[in-house]
């Protein structure tokens, strides 16, 4: 089902970081882990488009919305070079007792919809052991502080060696995305990448 209208896809913010630098994007993990790319589709600001379609894929039942993305910049990678990158995608996983109240890991419809077009596998290879505080109104270090210790593992011998896509729907501060990746390298993957639907300013 489409849920954006064309027009509406055409006036999307796109930060096209997969072709150029975008100091904000690329700062906010830059010395804090070894990866080799981290990719944005959109820019992020409170109260516009990009925040309204985020809301309704996260709760408002609009799965489609995080498929139809990833396809959507799946072919934007594809024309960027990112033919052979990455040898699976790992969605960034929600505690079960949300995803059971959700329904589904919007992170995972984004993975799927990347998958689809570039043609790696998505593996849920990350399993979220406790239930943290919202991030919202947190500061970088309490974010941190927040997602310490709460990741772990699957199957370590399913991604050892592999190159890995690690996907969320957004980066604010990159704490998420940070304990996730540190979980991953220390379980042997070969590198390290990073992908979100969305990016803060």
Not at 59 to 84: P, S, V
Request: charged share 20%.
């Amino acid at each position: 089902m489409n849920h954006i209208c064309p027009a509406c896809q055409y006036d999307l913010p796109k930060t096209n970081n997969y072709k150029q630098e975008v100091p904000h994007i690329d700062q906010k993990l830059a010395g804090s882990i070894q990866f080799s790319h981290i990719l944005a589709y959109l820019h992020f600001q409170k109260k516009g488009i990009v925040q309204h379609i985020l809301h309704e894929l996260k709760y408002n039942h609009k799965e489609d919305i995080g498929l139809m993305i990833g396809r959507w910049y799946g072919h934007d990678l594809l024309l960027g070079g990112f033919t052979n990158e990455f040898d699976m995608i790992i969605p960034v996983p929600l505690h079960s007792s949300k995803q059971r109240k959700r329904g589904y890991n919007q992170s995972e419809a984004f993975a799927k919809g990347l998958s689809e077009v570039l043609k790696a596998e998505v593996c849920l290879g990350l399993s979220r052991v406790a239930a943290s505080e919202t991030q919202t109104r947190k500061s970088r270090v309490e974010r941190l502080e927040n997602v310490k210790s709460i990741f772990e593992i699957v199957n370590a011998s399913e991604i050892q060696g592999k190159r890995v896509l690690l996907v969320d729907d957004v980066i604010t501060t990159g704490a998420t995305l940070l304990a996730c990746g540190n979980v991953l390298i220390e379980a042997g993957i070969k590198e390290l990448s990073f992908a979100v639907i969305a990016a803060t300013r």
